[in-house]
């Protein structure tokens, strides 16, 4: 059977936000690792601080730093000195140009406003790449800060894939610890889809039939009433597939924007990533009261959510 797989992980650490995605082809033999780092601008010591519930691989193939904060720059300094980094985003010229010293990026892209200061690929200011049959969209609305989008390049039933299935599981750092080291890539997807209790799975598309429900909104530190409406136009179709939202802001009221649950009624649960330290009840009453479907998620260093799922090939 021919396979992509995936499994996201949704956490924080010491006052920064970590995204850890994972995907793996059967079909084309391909695997692509991906990281997205959101700082809560809180004034605390990171420099020594661990990572709980992200374990660094070899080797991460993109990482976005979604804003300059002290928080984002000691997480992005740990995982330089543990792995290699192929392609490193980042929102302003002076974070890249101070980067540690060592093991540095094969490459450095700054988004810094409407600007890419690298090769072709921009598009409306923003970046569109497409690694291991999966789309990421980034781009800097607000000084100093990125959002990104990913999901699956053909989102349409029928059209490359036949099926998908998709579980998301709550996390605690013991469990993930004692399971990261002995599974690795879609036997960990399968894993969980098959012997564990879980929020969704099989088949996961909008009612109407159109496309699957597999993206991520990552929108970091922006003012989402500001820039909501351009974030949507410029993602166009592709927010209909979104079911994982970081609230801008990491969930604070002050950067909230209602709009942000009106971006398609799907009558599927989507998930709304918040920071424990940051995240406001009024925020979270609004997502929950708002809709069955709409489900606020608050995380940290002791507890994340995670998804694993798999699309299966119509050929």
């Given amino acids: 059977m021919k396979t992509k797989y995936f ?8 006052g920064c936000f970590i995204h850890a995605g994972e995907l793996e082809d059967t079909a084309t033999q391909e695997r692509f690792i991906f990281v997205y780092l959101s700082g809560t601008k809180q004034a605390e010591d990171h420099k020594n601080a661990e990572n709980a519930l992200f374990l660094y691989p070899e080797t991460v193939d993109l990482v976005v730093a979604g804003d300059d904060s002290q928080t984002v720059k000691a997480a992005l300094d740990r995982l330089m000195k543990r792995a290699k980094i192929k392609m490193l985003i980042v929102p302003c010229k002076e974070m890249a140009e101070r980067l540690s010293p060592g093991n540095q990026p094969e490459q450095v892209v700054c988004l810094s406003g409407d600007k890419v200061s690298d090769q072709s690929g921009a598009e409306s200011g923003g970046l569109w790449l497409e690694r291991a049959g999966w789309k990421f969209f980034i781009k800097s609305y607000q000084e100093g800060s990125l959002v990104m ?29 004692e399971e990261a080291a002995q599974t690795d890539g879609y036997a960990w997807a399968v894993g969980r889809t098959l012997y564990e209790d879980y929020d969704v799975c099989r088949y996961q598309k909008r009612k109407d039939g159109d496309c699957y429900l597999a993206g991520s909104l990552l929108l970091g530190n922006i003012k989402a009433e500001k820039y909501f409406t351009e974030i949507n136009r410029d993602l166009g179709d592709f927010m209909r597939e979104i079911r994982f939202f970081l609230l801008p802001g990491l969930g604070r009221e002050k950067d909230w924007t209602d709009d942000l649950l009106e971006t398609e009624n799907v009558n599927n649960k989507r998930y709304f990533i918040g920071m424990e330290q940051v995240m406001d009840q009024k925020v979270a009453a609004r997502i929950a009261l708002g809709n069955f479907y709409q489900i606020p998620v608050s995380v940290g260093e002791e507890q994340g959510i995670r998804c694993a799922g798999f699309f299966k090939y119509a050929k």
């Fill in 7 to 14: 499994r996201f992980l949704y956490h924080g650490d010491k």
């Fill in 149 to 177: 989008a990913h999901g699956p390049k053909d989102a349409q039933p029928g059209k490359v894939y036949e099926d998908c299935v998709m579980c998301v599981h709550g996390l605690d750092r013991k469990q993930w610890e």
